[in-house]
Structures are given as structure tokens and as C-alpha cells.
């Protein structure tokens, strides 16, 4: 069994930075794509970026696009997504997912396979 866990939530003031960390272990996969979504309340889940194994390919959500960073340590299975310039409207329970997939569009939740249980963001005003 796969599991993924996400760290490095928290409170921060706007124009703050914080690094979320998503660390995935158990069965062992030659290849496989990694991503983050957040979703705020009373809202619907949301892509943010993801990174295929290599890390050439790399896309974010507009809204995110020159202010969060993702990156990925394959040695330890992790991933990083390094939030700059933080947004109260960045507010939210962010996900790391993991997709062993090679179908589907990597913006899309189905694609990905295995989830954190998510770490909350939280960015005052």
C-alpha cells in the first residue's frame, strides 16, 4: 500500500512564504507524477502544480504561476511546493497526490491515484 503525507502547513501573514512538504512511501514505483490541489471551503478542489518524474515537466495554475515553486527529491520520494508572496485567497487544505497513471490530464483530481490526508493553509490579512 502506498501512503502520502503532507507537512508544513500553517498560519502566515500575507506576503509570507511557507514549504509544504509530501513524502510518499510503501510499494515502490519505477515512474510516477506528483501533484498538489488545495481546496477553500465552500469551494471546489483546485489543481495547483504538479511535476512529472523527471521534473521537465512542470505546470501550475494561473493564479499561482511566479509565486509558488514545485520540485521533487526522487532519492527521497518527496515533493515540494514552496509558496512566496502568500494571498489570503491562498487559504486552504492543500493535497498531495501521486498518479501511477499514464492517462488523463494532470489537472484533473481522477487522474491521480493515491492522496494525503491534506495540511492547512491559512494566510491572514
Known amino acids: 500500500q502506498v501512503e502520502v503525507v503532507e507537512s508544513g502547513g500553517g498560519v502566515v501573514q500575507a506576503g509570507g512564504s511557507l514549504r509544504l512538504s509530501c513524502a510518499a512511501s510503501g510499494r515502490t514505483f519505477t515512474t510516477y507524477r506528483m501533484a498538489w490541489f488545495r481546496q477553500a471551503p465552500g469551494k471546489n478542489q483546485e489543481f495547483i502544480a504538479a511535476?512529472?518524474?523527471?521534473?521537465?515537466?512542470?505546470d501550475y495554475t494561473d493564479s499561482v504561476q511566479g509565486r509558488f515553486t514545485i520540485s521533487r527529491d526522487n532519492a527521497r520520494n518527496t515533493v515540494y511546493l514552496q509558496m512566496n508572496n502568500l494571498e489570503p485567497e491562498d487559504t486552504a487544505v492543500y493535497y498531495c497526490a501521486l498518479s501511477t497513471r499514464t492517462s488523463g490530464s494532470r489537472y484533473y483530481a481522477g487522474r491521480y491515484n493515491y492522496w494525503g490526508q491534506g495540511t492547512q493553509v491559512t494566510v491572514s490579512s
Open positions: 511535476i512529472a518524474w523527471s521534473g521537465s515537466s512542470i
